[in-house]
């Protein structure tokens, strides 16, 4: 989702999505809650982050729970290593109103974590 808002805000921007334990295709419900807001995640993929070691990059960002811990010190030129952290909405357990609220939830949490790190630090000026 995040990968999508970035996108979203500039779609000069060069974004990459990857993890530890990528699954490769975008979940289901998170394409949905973007779509809600008219935003087409469900091309994306994910990449095992092994892809990306030693590319320089002006930011890398983690953002779900253990990847801050999980993921390995890039080599190489990255200008700025952030953590946003967010719950993985992946986990939300209840009826499929309450998994998508999650979703929902996380998605506008990430929303404004993003904007607010794209227009304070990623925007020309």
């Known amino acids: 989702?995040?990968?999508?808002?970035?996108k979203h805000?500039?779609?000069d921007l060069n974004v990459c999505s990857a993890g530890t334990k990528p699954a490769g295709a975008v979940n289901t419900c998170a394409a949905l809650v973007m779509k809600e807001i008219g935003i087409d995640i469900s091309s994306h993929t994910s990449d095992h982050l092994d892809k990306y070691i030693g590319e320089p990059w002006d930011y890398v960002i983690t953002v779900c729970g253990g990847a801050k811990e999980a993921c390995p010190t890039f080599i190489g030129?990255?200008?700025?290593h952030l953590h946003i952290g967010f719950e993985d909405p992946f986990h939300a357990e209840g009826t499929p109103e309450f998994v998508l609220s999650e979703y929902r939830r996380i998605r506008d949490d990430i929303k404004?974590?993003?904007?607010e790190l794209y227009e304070e630090e990623m925007i020309e000026k």
């Open 9 to 11: 805000f500039d779609p």
């Open 77 to 80: 030129d990255v200008k700025h």
């Open 112 to 115: 404004v974590a993003f904007r």
């Open 1 to 6: 989702m995040a990968h999508g808002f970035l």
